[in-house]
């Protein structure tokens, strides 16, 4: 009898197909919504494997209803969705995604920075509303981003894609890491300096740090205080290293100029949050990896995951080994 397997979100046929060979596959239907609670409840109580989506809040009361899982594959490079030490506890295993999609999610980041400095949303509502009627001087007129400093805080294989791309616009980088990364300074020529200088120097701050107890909150109010009138901040890591209050009363104080943002503390974010009122924030719904190949790649690696843990192997993207 093979082993049982749930999947909280609608696959592609071709990851369907590659965990059938080895499991019984029961899956939510649904591409849209998340699964509902208490359809998880019940059917953590069955299965022996979780392939799961980082909208899914797989914790404590969740994993202890489980007596015979033996793995949860996160189709995600974070994990803050799942509670590891109750995973662990249990003996459950717990993996995830990451390397695959470095270079998309660098990527978008790259392009919200463009799209935040270039006023381009603003632009391209000014001329679908109507209101392109003449030429002047310093109509949308944004921040130049070539020869422009770039700080980034969080120097892992996102940045340091980032900050290739960077390069290619003569950018001076800086960066800001809790250890240092003398092979990536260089190679790509980039500068490590401590956090109170980056924030003070960089014209645009990308923020690209996991989302644990010791960063929530990396940009608050004083982090904010040290930015440039003219700085931008990106964030594409997730929404709690970001005060999102701070933000909005820098951003209508005019202590930053603008905010480009794809993570949110709470997702999908209110369509009345006060960051999505003013025009000099780019939002987008979490699309950081959403690149075709890169999504499928994504959903391969975990379903190869979750394979080696259900055949009791040990997967190499084990985050509580």
């Keep these: ?7 909280t979100r609608k696959l592609p046929d071709a990851i369907i197909a590659q965990l059938s060979e080895v499991c019984e596959v029961s899956m939510w239907e649904n591409e849209e919504e998340p699964v509902p609670r208490e359809v998880l409840e019940k059917e953590m109580q069955q299965v022996n494997g979780l392939f799961c989506l980082l909208t899914d809040n797989i914790d404590k009361s969740l994993i202890s209803q489980s007596s015979q899982l033996k793995i949860i594959s996160n189709m995600a490079v974070g994990y803050n969705n799942i ?44 001329l679908h509303e109507g209101k392109w009627e003449t030429w002047s001087p310093m109509q949308l007129t944004g921040q130049d981003i070539y020869g422009a400093t770039l700080g980034i805080i969080g120097l892992g294989r996102i940045g340091e894609a980032l900050a290739k791309r960077a390069k290619g616009f003569d950018m001076n980088v800086l960066y800001y890491n809790r250890s240092r990364k003398f092979v990536a300074e260089e190679q790509l020529g980039i500068h490590y300096v401590d956090k109170e200088t980056l924030l003070k120097e960089s014209d645009f701050v990308c923020v690209l740090v996991p989302f644990t107890p010791e960063t929530k909150n990396t940009i608050d109010q004083n982090e904010l205080a040290l930015m440039k009138p003219s700085s931008v901040l990106i964030n594409t890591a997730r929404g709690g290293v970001v005060n999102e209050d701070a933000l909005y009363k820098a951003l209508i104080n005019n202590e930053i100029w603008a905010a480009g943002l794809d993570v949110f503390e709470v997702e999908p974010v209110p369509s009345d949050h006060p ?17 075709i190949n890169t999504r499928i790649k994504m959903a391969s690696l975990a379903a190869s995951n979750l394979i080696e843990g259900i055949l009791g192997r040990i997967p190499k993207h084990l985050v509580n080994s």
Excluded at 1 to 7: D, R, V, W
Excluded at 96 to 107: C, I, K, Q, R, Y
């Design 1 to 7: 009898m093979k082993p049982k397997i749930y999947i």
């Design 83 to 126: 509670d590891i030490e109750a995973a662990t506890e249990k003996g459950i295993m717990v993996t995830n995604t990451p390397g695959v999609l470095t270079e998309t999610t660098a990527d978008l980041t790259f392009a919200l920075l463009m799209a935040t400095a270039r006023r381009l949303i603003e632009a391209s509502d000014y």
């Design 275 to 291: 960051l999505l009122k003013l025009p000099n924030v780019v939002a987008l719904p979490h699309i950081g990896s959403a690149g």
